[in-house]
């Protein structure tokens, strides 16, 4: 594991969209607390999974690269409403259908990497379930640190997990 300053992974950009391709794991901040991921394949979700210790029937949430991949892939979406949600609540995370991942537009730099990844990016807490989240590297659990490959230091996070907007039942969950 290898722990890297946010301005020097973003200088670096292209060497770490090949890494994230090449199927290293990341532990990132994000625009409300830490989070860990790799490009979204079930693979890579099962392996989350065994180093969350986490609950299966849990579903992560991707960071989509853009509105444009959501509107692609999400046709259903309203682009329109989904930015004013954005534009309205800290962290957003919107939930299409309870058999797919929640999808994520971050308010945070680590969008513009995802964007030039141009592929979702799995996002969860970068916590060993049910345990306190992270809101600094110094805090990152020794069981998920010990099996990632870099760890970006964005300095202390906003420490709120992001508002669920549930499209299917039509409801805002703050948690």
């Known amino acids: ?45 099962e392996k989350i999974f065994t180093i969350k210790q986490r609950d299966e029937k849990k579903i992560f949430s991707i960071i989509a690269p853009n509105f444009e991949w959501i509107e692609k892939n999400y046709p259903e979406a309203d682009i329109e409403t989904l930015k004013k949600y954005l534009e309205t609540h800290h962290g957003v995370t919107y939930i299409f259908s309870y058999e797919q991942p929640g999808v994520r537009i971050i308010k945070h730099s680590i969008q513009k990497f995802v964007e030039a990844l141009w592929e979702p990016f799995i996002t969860t807490s970068c916590n060993i379930s049910w ?21 970006i230091d964005g300095g202390i996070g906003w420490g709120k997990p992001s508002v669920l907007i549930d499209l299917v039942s039509d409801k805002i969950i703050e948690r």
């Open 1 to 45: 594991m290898k722990i890297i300053l946010l301005e020097d992974f973003l200088h670096h950009q292209d060497f770490y969209i090949d890494e994230a391709k090449a199927g290293k794991i990341f532990v990132y901040p994000t625009d409300t607390i830490y989070g860990i991921g790799w490009i979204y394949t079930p693979e890579n979700v």
């Open 131 to 151: 345990e306190p989240i992270v809101i600094d590297v110094k805090n990152i659990p020794e069981e998920i640190a010990s099996k990632v490959e870099y760890i």
